[in-house]
């Protein structure tokens, strides 16, 4: 099974983890091995990687990129759960960590996984295969819930007349297909917005998002892999829209707090002291020629932080 996947931020990426030979490394989103095969090339024998993945398609690839290979353990779960994955393999403690966040080359471009508008597929969204469907939601949700979806997580402003189409519709007939959605979508927006690109996609991502709970799984994916980082290890972490950028650069910032005294008090009571640094300042984007090569590298932001 081929996994298509190109690596974005792939130097970059490899830089801000500042690999150690005989470290132990964490790829929590291991999708096609990409970033994984780069990472394997900084480590010795004595090295380790683990990789980590929902999608069954991701471990069947990677299991096959990598079989025998003694430095990889593979292991299939949420990235949320990487502390309970990595504790299981009777290991306590790690030199760095990648995420990196979102929906895969390979998973858009399959179109019965149901992510993208482009081809007509059952509305599925599921990145674990398993669980609610964007299809549940659409036909399910109250109009309240929906608006607040499509709206939060989509930052689509026609998210109420959009919701109020969806409805008419699904009262009439089952939504059950991308294409129907998207022409659902289309209908209920104005011709302008039809010219900024696809009317459809803010609304698919803001279900992509909800049907895989992936604003709170990368909010515990943070901590938890934060708290597996020995001192000096770092965690590197690419996002691909501005929802998810924000939660990382806010988690990143408050891990590098230090005391928060009022400014009139002569000394620190508080006792407060930075836990990590930042690797780099600004988040990391791509390079004009990466985005020749990938344009959906052209959203990819990365942010990286030493635990201290």
Known sequence: ????????????????????????????????????????????????????????????????????????????GNFADMKILVN???????????????????????????????????????????????????NNLPYEELVK??????????AKPITRAIIREREKQPIKTTVQLAEIIKSAVPSYKKREGHPARQTFQALRIAVNGELDRLSEGLSAGFSLLDKGGVMAVITFHSLEDRIVKKYMAKQCEGCICPKDFPVCVCGKTPKGELVVRKAVQASAEELEKNPRSRSARLRAIKKI
Do not use: W
């Not at 099974?1 to 190109?6: G, Y």
């Not at 760095?96 to 998973?107: A, T």
């Not at 979806?149 to 026609?158: H, L, M, N, T, V």
């Open 88 to 138: 299981q393999q009777g290991i306590e403690k790690v030199n760095g960590i990648l995420m990196d966040i979102g929906v895969s080359s390979r998973q858009l471009d399959t179109p019965e996984r149901g992510f993208s508008f482009h081809s007509d597929a059952p509305l599925d969204m599921r990145m674990s295969q398993t669980g609610t469907s964007a299809e549940d939601l659409v």
């Open 149 to 158: 979806i499509i709206s939060r997580y989509g930052e689509e402003k026609f």
């Open 1 to 76: 099974m081929e996994f298509s996947h190109i690596p974005v931020l792939k130097e970059e990426t490899i830089d801000a983890l500042q690999i150690i030979p005989d470290g132990i490394y964490v790829d929590a989103t291991a999708g096609g091995g990409g970033h994984s095969a780069e990472i394997l090339k900084h480590l010795s024998e004595k090295g380790r990687l683990i990789l980590i993945d929902q999608d069954p398609d991701a471990i069947m690839t990677v299991n096959e990129r990598f079989k025998g290979n003694e430095n990889v353990t593979i292991c299939q």
